[in-house]
């Protein structure tokens, strides 16, 4: 499809899994980010993709959260040992590389993770 | 990391009313992107603002970018039900080599018929 996609859409795991999301950006689109959606919390800035480089990750909650992304397209973010704490809404969203104004943030529909 | 503030973050409003919801920050950005939310989708793109001072329409939404590009301020226009949903804005700023864009908590908006 042309916009970004996310899998699984749902996740419910039990505390001290590991997990792992998935993120599939717009063609062409070099710049990835995730975020993570909590209720009552906003969109939380996790980490910063260009190309299969991550300039900034410091959004990262703990050591427990890593992400990685190959061929400059596909990204995983990984969640080790989760807790109740991480559950939430995981947003992916990719755009074109430059700076400025017209490079908005295309967003995929979010995994929304449950720890029980 | 810059903060936004948005208020008010709840709102319910009858069909046909008229709406401002705000954003502000104590320092500035190169531009502020406000963003719809439906349940169980993300965000998606309204309008961007770059220039202080400036408004641009939607429709029955105007959008405002404070003078000293700090704050701004969406305008609904007797409000539709399909206009419910969650309204964020975001800042962006050039960090690093790549635009940062730092979201505010949003405003959940609904429009009963």
């Known amino acids: 499809g042309a916009g970004v996609s996310q899998s699984p859409s749902n996740k419910v795991t039990e505390k001290g899994k590991d997990v792992e999301l998935r993120c599939d950006p717009i063609?062409?689109?070099?710049?990835l980010y995730w975020y993570r959606q909590s209720l009552g919390q906003g969109l939380e800035f996790l980490i910063y993709?260009?190309?299969?480089?991550?300039?900034?990750k410091s959004g990262l909650p703990s050591d427990r959260f890593s992400a990685e992304r190959t061929g400059g397209s596909v990204s995983t973010l990984t969640i080790q040992r989760t807790q109740q704490e991480d559950s939430a809404v995981y947003l992916c969203?990719?755009?074109?590389?430059?700076?400025?104004?017209?490079?908005?943030?295309?967003f995929g529909n979010g995994t929304r993770l449950t720890v029980t | 990391t810059q903060l936004l503030e948005q208020s008010p973050q709840f709102l319910s409003i009858q069909e046909g009313e008229n709406l401002t919801v705000y954003c502000n920050s104590s320092s500035v950005f190169s531009s502020l992107q406000w963003y719809r939310q439906e349940p169980g989708e993300g965000p998606v793109l309204l309008v961007t603002?770059?220039?202080?001072?400036e408004v641009k329409k939607l429709k029955r939404l105007t959008f405002q970018f404070g003078d000293a590009r700090k704050d701004s301020s969406l305008h609904i226009t007797a409000a539709q039900p399909g206009d419910t949903g969650l309204y964020l804005c975001a800042g962006a700023e050039n960090s690093g080599g790549y635009q940062k864009v730092t979201f505010g908590i949003g405003t959940k908006l609904q429009v009963i018929p």
């Open positions: 993709f260009q190309g299969n480089s991550a300039p900034d």
């Open positions: 063609s062409g689109h070099t710049a």
């Open positions: 969203a990719s755009s074109l590389v430059r700076q400025g104004p017209d490079s908005p943030l295309h």
């Open positions: 603002v770059v220039t202080g001072g």
